[in-house]
């Protein structure tokens, strides 16, 4: 062991490092996009295919839980093939993969290229972390993850401006096809720059831990699919929610059972017994949740709530990638000077007070109102994600990277689909009480409420031809009224869960060590 951890730490690229992590870049980036880029496109599949919205949302969480089951197989396919082989075949399939979403006749055909696209994208991530964390040492690696950190934050959040261009200019097939020939390219610079260090070559003799494999889908399918679809079957007034949810809890315990005892584990869970690590991915799953959650509403609530289109719904959260680019540039220019904990508490603050600016808005809004809360939390995102991911991982062996940030990256995938899938409950159920709410004005003793009904009903009565229709449709219009309202201030409270969810985390920066080894 002695020599595997010397060999890890002594070994240094051949080539220029930086062109070594070009094709990881692009790859994740091209991964990272594709998380988000069909978020504004979702009406357009739903049409295209006769589909309700709640199952076209299954076009996300596809591609998000195929992700979550390979994600722990990182490991054995990097020790099976070797890093630089599994990398680039990962790529081609998520390029044929994307292909497939293009050509896609049916709901059912898609999501399972989705699905399919989940599976060949999901090494990406993770193996760039791994291979900025070990090409570079000391500020070199500093600003490798400045650049990783920038790349996974941005990329989500161009995602719906591209997909909302795209899809109002050409059509949304177009948004899986421009995948095509970046991965291709990506493939070509990966073959020529990317090099394996000697413990992540192909290794002879590595088994695949199938009864792990096969508890692991016993765990998330059920999983995905309760928190999809529980809240159209009222949860568990559904038996078949139940029987899910039991099927699902065992497959976890069983799951996490097996990694303990099984020689050779899809992921090794030594890693949780670093506190940095532990404490870590816990923020980062909750912080990740937040962001895709985010990602996946805002765009509806600016075109179901506001008008905007799908073009127009994407530029508005523009200002975050801007937010993002700033916040790394302060990070790039100040360097060591601030702590990481100081970045990663700003970086909270920035979160929570982006989310509850947005937990403030109503139907009279102008666009500053949407684009400054947005660049606040695009700031906030890279104050947090970079110090983070980066204090996470410092206290670790280099040969414990791939699997420490294949099991962070499954995690935070896990956090991001559930977020995706519950913040439609959220709403749903914020909906209800705030109608509750309201309703209990709407009655004849209120003067407001007697008032703008006979002003609605006055207006009305040349439409309506006699004082009780246009008593009616006075009474309609009231109603749809007070369903907009009561929507509005159910996407309000969720953003303000948001900000709270942000605002608890500040403590746990101070859990969190390795300052002067990750300044180093």
């Known amino acids: 062991m002695s020599g595997t951890v010397e060999k890890a730490e002594e070994w240094k690229p051949s080539g220029n490092p930086w062109l070594l992590i070009l094709p990881v ?48 197989m990182i490991d054995f396919f990097c020790k099976f093939l070797g890093r630089k082989n599994f990398f680039m075949l990962g790529v081609f399939v998520f390029t044929i993969a994307s292909f497939l979403c293009g050509i896609s006749t049916s709901i059912g055909m898609i999501v399972v290229a989705r699905a399919l696209q989940g599976f060949g994208g999901a090494c990406l991530m993770p193996m760039a972390q791994s291979v900025c964390m070990e090409t570079f040492t000391g500020e070199a690696r500093n600003k490798a993850m400045a650049v990783f950190g920038l790349v996974v934050i941005v990329a989500p959040i161009l ?19 421009i995948n095509v020939p970046v991965g291709f390219i990506c493939i070509a610079l990966a073959k020529k720059f990317l090099e394996d260090p000697p413990y992540a070559r192909k290794q002879q003799n590595v088994h695949l831990d199938k009864s792990g494999f096969l508890w692991l889908c016993i765990w998330l399918i059920p999983l995905q699919i309760v928190f999809d679809k529980g809240n159209d079957a009222d949860w568990f007034n559904a038996p078949w929610i139940c ?57 509806q609530l600016l075109q179901y709530m506001l008008g905007y289109d799908s073009f ?43 989310g509850w600016m947005l937990g403030m808005l109503n139907l009279q809004i102008n666009p500053m109102n949407i684009a400054i809360p947005n660049f606040v939390f695009g700031v906030g995102l890279v104050f947090t994600m970079m110090p983070i991911t980066t204090l996470s991982c410092i206290t670790l062996r280099n040969e414990q990277m791939t699997n420490a940030s294949g099991l962070q990256n499954l995690l935070k995938t896990i956090g991001g689909a559930i977020g ?64 907009q309202q009561s929507t509005l201030c159910a996407y309000m409270t969720t953003f303000k869960v948001f900000a709270v969810a942000c605002f608890i985390l500040i403590p746990f920066m101070f859990l969190l060590k390795g300052e002067q080894k990750a300044k180093n």
């Open 25 to 72: 870049m692009l790859a994740t980036f091209m991964y990272a996009l594709d998380e988000t880029v069909a978020n504004v496109a979702l009406p357009h599949i739903a049409g295209t295919y006769s589909v309700s919205s709640q199952e076209s949302i299954w076009v996300l969480t596809s591609y998000l839980m195929a992700s979550s089951i390979v994600i722990p």
């Open 159 to 177: 995602g719906p401006v591209m997909g909302g261009w795209i899809t109002e200019n050409w059509s949304w097939p177009y948004i899986f096809f």
């Open 243 to 299: 029987w899910l949810s039991v099927i699902a809890l065992t497959g976890a315990v069983l799951f996490f059972i097996s990694q303990v005892k099984h020689k050779n584990p899809l992921v090794k869970l030594d890693v949780f017994k670093d506190s940095n690590y532990l404490c870590g991915t816990g923020m980062l799953i909750l912080i990740n949740a937040v962001l895709l959650a985010s990602l996946a509403i805002l765009p």
């Open 312 to 354: 127009l719904s994407g530029l508005a959260i523009m200002p975050r990638g801007l937010g993002a680019f700033t916040a790394l540039m302060i990070f790039g220019g100040l360097g060591g000077k601030i702590s990481y904990k100081t970045y990663g508490i700003i970086g909270l603050l920035c979160l929570g007070t982006g």
């Open 420 to 483: 995706t899938s519950l913040v439609a409950t959220m709403i749903s159920r914020f909906s209800q009480v705030h109608q509750h709410g309201l309703v209990k004005s709407m009655n004849e003793l209120n003067p407001n409420f007697a008032e703008r009904i006979n002003m609605y009903a006055n207006s009305l009565i040349h439409q309506a031809g006699d004082m009780m229709n246009s008593t009616y449709l006075a009474g309609k219009m009231l109603y749809n009224q007070l369903i």
